[in-house]
């Protein structure tokens, strides 16, 4: 190590990193925070030699407190606009991977904005301790006006020096402050000047050549839950009046990486997810599949239902904006990464649970309130079906429908408006009762006032019969009217009849028997993005499609499947000739890890062919055909071991049933999977393995706007072995660049390519029984604390949602937005007709946008929003039209800021993101 100019400045930034809730629920945690922050504004106000300190980067930790303590605002105004206080720039500290894109920057922005309330943000892309970092996280921070970034976990061994270019896809890139030894390298600093000093020296003899010539010394003194040092500034003056060789100052983030070189560093393109020097804790993706499947079902209803279509379909002044905002609040929160990572005690995760519930909650019926304002608005027949597509690309899909009578006996198909005629399935017809009930005496007072109401006269019974049974009890039978069947619209001579029956003490017993009704599933086609179309019934019989379907076959005009009714699995054949063969094969083995890592016990016993097998045919189409696989597994009940490691599986079994439905429909080009089991047994992995056409070298994985390249390898370090196994969003591809095999999923985050890259295993379930263990096989070390768990066993009934996509020629993972969409976002449907002064068409589009992947539509007050990105390896130039016309306005940062002015479209570079804020 080459002598340094002296003295070295030591930056010493005081901080706390505060998980809101981890190894305690947040209503502990909060208790504790509120006693850190009355200590430390008082301490700020009156000592000015302890100059500032960093709350954690998230303002989160602020609404919860001042919560509790509404008085404290002004002081944190007025310290936060001294630059005494750094605030923000996010709302929480989220894991970048187990939540969307759209969610980390709907993060920042509300961070943002908080901050600016409270006295402004810091101007710091802080993340000092995701999992891991996603390959667009510098293009999001510039997209905020952010030019530095501060990191820990995932930085590469290439990177030899506390700073380097971080850049993303797109070639943006930042900063970025390597966090040398981690975001506590400086906590419990001494009470003593020459004992810092000492501390001082040690560190930088442990840096070595790692510190950049001219920087500075970074030093975060703080951890987990740290109150402040109140000694800090007194020390720091002593340390500096006694030697020369350091200059030791209390400084924040922000004053430090203003002045610290920027020439010379190395440039890292892409994610951060290495083990060398800190943990990633690749395990967090597949530990509790509940909440994974949780999230994706939250996010995806407010990102791809709700909010798209209250912006579109609703009038401004009847946004949404304050129920939305709830929502999102609660996806922010739970973006933690305690939170979102599930690697937390049970109480904690119970609260994820409902916060994502209520999410979904708002979303489902911010939806149908869309809807029902668009039924009002187009011009459809009276018991038409207003399909929606909330979606961007055009495209068909099932809709579920109801009709009156028998369609067994009576067929009935779907038609468009235009007489298009649309293939129609039978589900189930349905007829006898509706409401009962049975009561004694004065009692019927309640069934009578309901018979006031539109349930009875005038409003659908056809006819009525009082009758007295043998047992003397008197029975009043409704039959409900069928579509078109007249009604009864006096029914005064029969409720004075049931109230003097009442008075005499009868037991009367009520009945309404149901006209027959049918479900049916149709399929819709050329429904317009961000659109709608309307269809209606018709007599009749609809159309043939080239679904097929045998004992154990299924076929369409792109696929073939044949299940192999020996071990449950199946071959899949494209109509260009890729065959795959023993697809969806269960591969279960223990699991002596953690919520943090898995981690194979020392004896392991793997289980990858059931007992038995039974395939039945249940649908035959014309629309939807599907097998069931039931598959009888013996799997090992648990394994031996304690907090420290795990050393066997046991002897012990339990028979498992799982089954399995495989399902085609018309035009798609994609096997659905679903699978159902009641988990009986502890500490093990389970995964759904699909050998691979052809032997690759890697993966590419769906991420935060970016579809993302790995290998088959990835790097360790001394405290975390190279697993393998990475995150997906909602889709992984596995391709020599000839043929390959892609996997669409419903919140199954974690895969990995196996057998030396022939190979793609899905997770689908990991079962473990601690928070952290302390010496697993792959992590000699614990991740957190050594608490037993019971949730995480996930002793409960399990369903997992997945489809298989075969493939050859011309292909480019980037087209499996697409097929992403059309899997996991369904048709949305409405029934049309019944007012006047509708003012829209039978079909039609809100907004189109065509050349690029939409992220978000939102409402905000300057207008509408659309963000977009570019997820191909070439430029292109994306179009949008809103309301039939080419859509014009401002390219906007993530802080709604302009930047160029667009007229019907926008040139985007290969895998860039835009905002678009249209007039």
Not at 360 to 381: C, E, F, K, N
Not at 427 to 442: I, K, L, N, Q
Not at 557 to 573: A, K, M, P, Q, Y
Not at 578 to 602: H, K, L, Q
Request: charged letters at 25%; hydrophobic letters at 40%.
């Amino acid at each position: 190590m080459a002598a340094r100019q002296r003295p070295v400045t030591v930056a010493i930034v005081p901080h706390t990193h505060w998980d809101r809730e981890w190894y305690a629920p947040f209503q502990q945690f909060r208790l504790r925070l509120v006693r850190l922050m009355d200590t430390l504004l008082p301490m700020l106000e009156a000592d000015l030699s302890y100059a500032r300190f960093l709350l954690d980067g998230q303002t989160a930790v602020l609404d919860d407190y001042l919560e509790v303590r509404p008085e404290a605002a002004d002081a944190l105004r007025r310290l936060a606009a001294q630059g005494r206080i750094s605030i923000g720039p996010w709302a929480i500290l989220m894991d970048e991977y187990m939540v969307s894109g759209e969610t980390i920057v709907r993060d920042l922005q509300r961070g943002m904005a908080r901050a600016t309330d409270l006295g402004g943000p810091m101007e710091v892309g802080y993340l000092p301790d995701m999992f891991g970092h996603v390959a667009q996280m510098p293009q999001i921070l510039r997209e905020a006006g952010l030019e530095h970034a501060v990191v820990w976990r995932g930085v590469p061994s290439a990177v030899r020096q506390t700073a380097f270019w971080w850049e993303a896809p797109d070639g943006s890139r930042v900063r970025a402050e390597y966090l040398y030894g981690s975001y506590s390298n400086g906590r419990d600093l001494p009470d003593d000047a020459k004992q810092l000093v000492a501390r001082a020296r040690g560190y930088e003899l442990e840096l070595g050549d790692a510190l950049l010539d001219g920087g500075a010394m970074l030093l975060m003194n703080g951890t987990d839950h740290q109150l402040p040092q109140p000694w800090l500034g007194r020390v720091v003056a002593e340390a500096n009046s006694i030697q020369d060789d350091y200059r030791f100052v209390v400084t924040s983030l922000a004053e430090y990486l203003a002045a610290q070189p920027a020439d010379g560093l190395t440039t890292w393109r892409g994610e951060l997810r290495s083990g060398a020097r800190a943990n990633v804790l690749m395990g967090v993706a597949s530990n509790r599949v509940d909440v994974h499947q949780a999230a994706a079902a939250a996010e995806r209803t407010i990102e791809r239902r709700a909010e798209p279509l209250s912006a579109l379909l609703l009038p401004a002044a009847e946004q949404p904006h304050a129920v939305l905002d709830v929502a999102w609040q609660r996806l922010v929160l739970n973006a933690a990464h305690d939170s979102s990572c599930a690697c937390s005690h049970d109480e904690v995760v119970d609260e994820v649970l409902v916060r994502y519930r209520e999410a979904r909650q708002i979303g489902d019926g911010l939806t149908r309130d869309a809807l029902h304002r668009l039924a009002r608005q187009v011009r459809a027949p009276a018991a038409s079906t207003i399909v929606v597509n909330p979606t961007a690309a055009a495209r068909g899909g099932l809709v579920e429908a109801r009709v009156p009578g028998d369609a067994t006996v009576d067929p009935v198909h779907f038609t468009s408006l235009d007489g298009g005629a649309c293939p129609t399935q039978v589900v189930r017809v349905t007829t006898g009762e509706g409401f009962s009930a049975t009561v004694v005496g004065e009692k019927v007072r309640w069934v009578l006032e309901m018979m006031r109401g539109a349930e009875f006269a005038g409003a659908g019974i056809a006819t009525y019969d009082v009758r007295e049974l043998d047992d003397g009890s008197v029975e009043v039978v409704f039959q409900a009217a069928a579509a078109g069947e007249s009604t009864v619209d006096d029914l005064e001579e029969l409720r004075d009849e049931v109230l003097r029956l009442g008075r005499a003490g009868a037991t009367v017993r009520f009945r309404v028997l149901q006209p027959s009704t049918t479900e049916l599933v149709f399929l819709a086609s050329d429904v317009p993005g961000f659109g709608w179309r309307t269809y209606e019934p018709a007599a009749g019989p609809g159309p043939a499609t080239p679904l097929r379907s045998g004992p154990s076959t299924l076929e369409n005009e792109h696929l073939r499947v044949r299940v192999d009714d020996r071990d449950g699995t199946f071959t899949v054949t494209t109509a260009d000739g890729v065959e795959v063969a023993g697809c969806n094969r269960y591969v279960d083995g223990g699991d002596g890890g953690d919520t943090y890592n898995y981690s194979p016990p020392e004896v392991d016993r793997v289980v990858d062919a059931p007992e038995s097998v039974r395939v039945s045919s249940l649908e035959e189409g014309p629309v939807q055909a599907r097998l069931l696989v039931e598959s009888t597994y013996r799997w090992p009940t648990h394994c031996v071991g304690d907090e420290r490691s795990c050393s066997a599986r046991s002897d012990e079994s339990a028979v498992v049933d799982v089954r399995t439905w495989l399902e085609l429909r018309p035009g798609e080009s994609f096997v659905r999977v679903h699978t159902e089991l009641f988990n009986l047994c502890r500490d093990h992995r389970l995964r759904a393995h699909f050998p691979l056409p052809a032997r690759v070298d890697g993966s590419d994985a769906e991420c935060a706007f970016a579809v993302v390249r790995r290998g088959l390898e990835t790097e360790g370090g001394p405290h975390e072995a190279p697993l393998p196994t990475f995150v997906s969003r909602r889709f992984v591809d596995a391709s020599d660049g000839h043929v390959g095999l892609a996997l669409l999923h419903d919140g199954l985050l974690e895969y990995e390519v196996v057998d030396g890259g022939r190979e793609l295993a899905l997770t689908l379930l990991r079962a473990t029984g601690y928070l952290s263990r302390s010496q697993t096989a792959l992590r000699p070390n614990p991740a957190g604390p050594l608490d037993p768990l019971r949730g995480p066993q996930l002793l409960q009934p399990l369903a997992f949602d997945y489809a298989v996509v075969p493939h050859g020629g011309d292909w480019h993972a980037a087209g499996l937005y697409a097929l992403a969409d059309a899997f996991l976002v369904p048709l949305e449907r409405v029934r049309g007709g019944g007012v006047g002064g509708a003012s829209r068409p039978p079909e039609g589009s809100a907004l189109g946008v065509d050349g690029a992947v939409v992220s978000a539509v939102l409402r905000e007050p300057g207008g509408l929003v659309v963000r977009l990105f570019n997820p191909a390896p070439e430029p292109v130039t994306a179009r949008v039209v809103h309301e039939d016309a080419p859509a014009r306005g401002w390219r906007v940062d993530l802080r709604g800021r302009p930047l160029d002015r667009f007229e019907g479209g926008i040139g985007l570079r290969p895998h860039e993101i835009a905002t678009l804020r249209l007039t």
